[in-house]
């Protein structure tokens, strides 16, 4: 959305229009949807999740200054809204491990077992272990037509630190799935 | 190329962020660990890119405004139930207050009427008395003037 346009639908909503805010909603909801169901991949909290979501965002409109852009302060909002969930109500289960904390299953599917739903399973599970930050960037990133320039606009930090997150956040995942991915002491690598 | 170089890059290579250059190329043929971390990098990014994000359902909007209703009547709820505890404790004030005066011109006109009996001045007496009157029936006035109005505001607000 052009900032002239974002401006005046704030200053809009910000005069108790309703149907402004109705527009804001519905420019913003499916990301917002999208993102709240990829941080708490559970379906019957995301309605209210998201609400909750466009509540403080109604909330604290009257108090947004507009030194960073309505998107940023979005992203923050679900971020906050998501971390809050998340610590009200753990995840039950955790990630599948056996007594050596070691995940369960075969340990050289790397590839195409992926595509089956329990691999997917533990997927979100390491995800939901990944810290708050990285979690963001891994359910925006992927989110349909989100650029890293975008990304870095919305979260205010400069695209290079977008990208090394992401890749250090999937280097993580990788390492929560395969512990065998995990570094080795620098000494056991051999030149090749 | 080491181990740990291939290593730093199949996640930047898996999401299309950096090249396979010869040397990792190389590399990789012959590691079987950095292939099988190229491998499941690669992996992670089709599941990741797999994930689902489900849209808002179309009644999204109207639910967050009727939420915002609800959340605004509410606290119109709380300014009216201040509004209300506010009248009644003025109520309460000018109740008591009242209470307090007469009560205190009551015990005055009392002493002085028991003085003025002593002294046989009937007549004094019994125009202490008049006043006492006069002020139990303005403060009467004065309450039901007060529970008026609250009934009349109630109404207002309830409709």
């Known amino acids: 959305m052009a900032d002239f346009d974002e401006r005046l639908l704030i200053e809009r909503c910000r005069t108790g229009d309703d149907t402004a805010f109705g527009e804001l909603v519905d420019r913003y909801k499916n990301l917002v949807y999208g993102l709240v169901y990829r941080m708490i991949p559970d379906r019957s909290r995301t309605d209210d999740l998201a609400q909750d979501v466009f509540l403080k965002v109604h909330r604290g409109l009257p108090y947004f200054r507009g030194e960073a852009r309505l998107s940023t302060w979005i992203y923050r909002i679900v971020q906050n809204v998501c971390v809050q969930a998340r610590s009200e109500r753990r995840p039950e289960v955790p990630l599948e491990t056996d007594a050596r904390g070691q995940m369960r299953g075969d340990p050289g599917a790397q590839d195409g077992a992926f595509a089956d739903l329990e691999t997917r399973d533990r997927l979100e599970k390491a995800i939901q272990q990944l810290p708050d930050n990285y979690r963001l960037l891994i359910a925006a990133h992927y989110l349909q037509g989100v650029r890293y320039e975008d990304l870095a606009d919305a979260l205010d930090i400069p695209l290079g630190t977008v990208k090394t997150h992401l890749h250090r956040a999937k280097r993580r995942l990788r390492e929560i799935l395969e512990p065998e991915a995990r570094p080795r002491p620098r000494i056991h690598q051999p030149d090749r | ?159």
Do not use: K
């Open chain 2, 1 to 159: 190329m080491t181990c740990h170089d291939v290593l730093d890059l199949v996640d930047a290579i898996a999401g299309g962020d950096a090249e396979v250059t010869p040397a990792v190329r190389a590399h990789v043929e012959t590691c079987p660990r950095c292939a099988a971390a190229l491998a499941s990098a690669r992996g992670i990014e089709l599941a990741l890119a797999a994930r689902a994000a489900p849209a808002a359902p179309a009644t999204f909007t109207a639910a967050v405004s009727a939420r915002i209703r609800r959340e605004r009547w509410s606290a119109e709820q709380q300014v009216d139930r201040l509004f209300n505890l506010a009248i009644v404790a003025a109520i309460l004030l000018v109740i008591g207050g009242t209470l307090a005066v007469v009560n205190v011109g009551t015990v005055i006109n009392l002493a002085a009427g028991a003085w003025s009996l002593v002294s046989l001045f009937g007549a004094q007496a019994a125009g202490r008395a008049e006043t006492v009157v006069t002020t139990y029936v303005a403060a009467a006035g004065l309450l039901v003037s007060a529970l008026g109005t609250w009934w009349w505001a109630e109404r207002r607000l309830s409709m």
